[in-house]
C-alpha cells in the first residue's frame, strides 16, 4: 500500500513545486502575477490566480484578429479589399501606432491584409480600432470569443477610449485560464481555416515587441507565437506587462502559456524577467513530463 500512496504523492509534489516556484518569482513584481498554461495530455499545474481578472491591453488583439479573419471568410472578403483608415479612427498624441505615424491625417485605404499584420505583429493601437469597428465593435468581439467556448473575457472599449481613460482598461480583462482555452483552440482545432490559421501564427511568431518576455529565457532558436499587453505606468504603477503564446516543445507539441502582471511596481526589465522566468520553468517542467 505504501508504493501506491507514494505513486500518486510523486505526482502531487512535482506540480507543487512548479507552483512554489512560479510564486517565487512572482514576488519580484510587487503587483500581481496571474498564470496559466496547458499542454494537452499533460498535467502540469502550473496556474496561479488563473481565473483573476488583469486588465489584458493588447492580449485582445489577438482574439480581434481571429474575430475579423472569422468574418472574412464568412462574407467571402479577400484579404487585399481596401479598408478606411477614417479621421474618427485616430488616436490620442502618443498612442503607439506605426499607421497613425504613416498617416496622421487619416484618410487613406489599408488593405485588411496590414492592418491585421500591423495589430497582431506590431500591437498597432489605430489599426486595432479600425478592425474592431469593421467588426461591429466590442459586443461582437465578446460574442465571437463565446462562440468558442472561451470563457473568462470581456472586452468594452476601443483602444481611443482607453487611451483617453487609462482606468477603463480595467473592464477590459482576460482571465488567465481563459487566454490558454483560446490558443489551445487556435492550435488544436483552430476555427479558421488552414491558410488564415497558419498566417495568424506567423504575425505572432514575427512579433518584435515583448521578446524578452516568454522568449526571453527560453532556448535560443525556440518557436514561440504570442501576443503581449502593456500600458503605461502612471505614478510608479504599470497596470499591465502581459503576454500570452504558443511555445514548440521539441517534440513538436506546442505549450500554451498567458502570464498576466498586474499593478506592479517593478521597473521594466524586472517586470519582463518574471514573465521570461516563469515561461522558462514552466517549458524546462513541460520538457520532464511524458
Given at each position: 500500500?505504501g508504493?501506491?500512496?507514494?505513486?500518486?504523492?510523486?505526482?502531487?509534489?512535482?506540480?507543487?513545486?512548479?507552483?512554489?516556484?512560479?510564486?517565487?518569482?512572482?514576488?519580484?513584481?510587487?503587483?500581481?502575477?496571474?498564470?496559466?498554461?496547458g499542454?494537452?495530455?499533460?498535467?502540469?499545474d502550473?496556474?496561479?490566480?488563473a481565473?483573476?481578472?488583469?486588465?489584458?491591453q493588447?492580449?485582445?488583439?489577438?482574439?480581434?484578429?481571429?474575430?475579423v479573419?472569422?468574418?472574412a471568410?464568412?462574407?467571402g472578403?479577400?484579404?487585399?479589399r481596401?479598408?478606411?483608415?477614417?479621421?474618427?479612427?485616430?488616436?490620442?498624441?502618443?498612442?503607439y501606432?506605426?499607421?497613425?505615424?504613416?498617416?496622421?491625417?487619416?484618410?487613406?485605404?489599408?488593405?485588411?491584409?496590414?492592418?491585421?499584420?500591423?495589430?497582431?505583429?506590431?500591437?498597432?493601437?489605430?489599426?486595432?480600432?479600425?478592425?474592431?469597428?469593421?467588426?461591429?465593435?466590442?459586443?461582437?468581439?465578446?460574442?465571437?470569443?463565446?462562440?468558442?467556448?472561451?470563457?473568462?473575457?470581456?472586452q468594452?472599449?476601443?483602444?481611443?477610449?482607453?487611451?483617453?481613460?487609462?482606468?477603463?482598461?480595467?473592464?477590459?480583462?482576460?482571465?488567465?485560464?481563459?487566454?490558454v482555452?483560446?490558443?489551445?483552440?487556435?492550435?488544436?482545432?483552430?476555427p479558421?481555416?488552414?491558410?488564415?490559421?497558419?498566417?495568424?501564427?506567423?504575425?505572432?511568431a514575427?512579433?518584435?515587441?515583448?521578446?524578452?518576455?516568454?522568449?526571453?529565457?527560453?532556448?535560443?532558436?525556440?518557436?514561440?507565437?504570442h501576443?503581449?499587453?502593456?500600458?503605461?505606468?502612471?505614478?510608479?504603477?504599470?497596470?499591465?506587462?502581459?503576454?500570452i503564446?504558443?511555445?514548440?516543445?521539441?517534440?513538436?507539441?506546442?505549450?500554451?502559456?498567458?502570464?498576466?502582471?498586474?499593478?506592479?511596481?517593478?521597473?521594466?526589465?524586472?517586470?519582463?524577467?518574471?514573465?521570461?522566468?516563469?515561461?522558462?520553468?514552466?517549458?524546462?517542467?513541460?520538457?520532464?513530463?511524458?
Amino acid at each position: 500500500m505504501g508504493w501506491l500512496l507514494l505513486m500518486v504523492a510523486a505526482p502531487l509534489l512535482g506540480q507543487a513545486r512548479l507552483e512554489q516556484k512560479i510564486q517565487v518569482i512572482a514576488a519580484e513584481a510587487q503587483g500581481r502575477v496571474e498564470v496559466a498554461c496547458g499542454l494537452p495530455g499533460t498535467a502540469l499545474d502550473c496556474d496561479v490566480q488563473a481565473h483573476a481578472r488583469p486588465p489584458m491591453q493588447s492580449v485582445f488583439k489577438l482574439p480581434l484578429a481571429m474575430a475579423v479573419l472569422h468574418l472574412a471568410e464568412t462574407k467571402g472578403w479577400a484579404l487585399d479589399r481596401p479598408e478606411r483608415f477614417l479621421a474618427g479612427d485616430l488616436l490620442p498624441k502618443g498612442s503607439y501606432s506605426p499607421l497613425q505615424d504613416k498617416y496622421p491625417q487619416a484618410g487613406v485605404d489599408v488593405p485588411l491584409r496590414e492592418l491585421l499584420r500591423l495589430a497582431v505583429s506590431l500591437s498597432d493601437n489605430a489599426a486595432a480600432d479600425v478592425l474592431l469597428r469593421l467588426l461591429g465593435g466590442p459586443a461582437v468581439l465578446n460574442d465571437y470569443v463565446a462562440s468558442l467556448g472561451v470563457e473568462g473575457f470581456q472586452q468594452k472599449d476601443t483602444e481611443g477610449a482607453m487611451h483617453r481613460d487609462a482606468q477603463l482598461q480595467y473592464r477590459n480583462w482576460f482571465e488567465p485560464a481563459g487566454a490558454v482555452q483560446l490558443l489551445r483552440r487556435l492550435q488544436d482545432r483552430s476555427p479558421l481555416d488552414a491558410e488564415h490559421t497558419k498566417l495568424l501564427l506567423g504575425w505572432m511568431a514575427a512579433a518584435p515587441r515583448g521578446t524578452g518576455r516568454i522568449a526571453g529565457m527560453l532556448p535560443p532558436g525556440t518557436l514561440v507565437m504570442h501576443k503581449t499587453g502593456s500600458s503605461d505606468t502612471l505614478d510608479g504603477v504599470t497596470a499591465a506587462t502581459n503576454d500570452i503564446g504558443l511555445i514548440e516543445l521539441p517534440d513538436g507539441r506546442r505549450l500554451a502559456l498567458a502570464v498576466f502582471v498586474t499593478d506592479s511596481r517593478a521597473d521594466d526589465k524586472t517586470r519582463d524577467a518574471v514573465i521570461a522566468r516563469i515561461a522558462k520553468v514552466v517549458y524546462e517542467t513541460a520538457l520532464n513530463k511524458p
